[in-house]
């Protein structure tokens, strides 16, 4: 079993920044792949970054390549979500998932294990 837990989420003002987190603990594998998604309310969820924890391989939704890097602490088993350029849109709980094998998927029914979720929130 692998427990994940995401924080860093808060309230921030278009073109601002913010850093999620994700520590992972249990039965986490050099192997897994993660990734972080979102669910704005009313709305499904989608993929926004991923990263294969072994190589560093990382992937990216259309609509935050090059404002949103994924980055990882082996030494911490934590996963980063860096957002900038932050806009309204990209209001939504944000959750932290694994997967239990090597390669990046974009859906959610992919991923085993979940975190909680934090909520961004960015003012227009």
């Known amino acids: 079993q692998v427990q994940l837990v995401e924080s860093g989420g808060g309230l921030v003002q278009t073109g601002g920044s913010l850093r999620l987190s994700c520590a992972a603990s249990?039965?986490?594998?050099?192997?897994?792949?993660m990734g972080w998604f979102r669910q704005a309310p009313g709305k499904e969820r989608e993929f926004v970054a991923g990263?294969?924890?072994?190589?560093?391989?990382?992937s990216y939704a259309d609509s935050v390549k090059g404002r949103f890097t994924i980055s990882r602490d082996n030494a911490k088993n934590t996963v980063y979500l860096q957002m900038s350029s932050l806009k309204a849109e990209d209001t939504a709980v944000y959750y932290c998932?694994?997967?239990?094998?090597?390669?990046?998927?974009?859906?959610?029914?992919?991923?085993?294990?979940w975190g909680q979720g934090t909520q961004v929130t960015v003012s227009s």
């Open positions: 990263i294969r924890w072994s190589t560093g391989a990382t």
């Open positions: 249990g039965r986490t594998f050099s192997g897994n792949a």
């Open positions: 998932a694994a997967r239990r094998y090597l390669l990046l998927d974009t859906r959610p029914s992919e991923y085993s294990y």
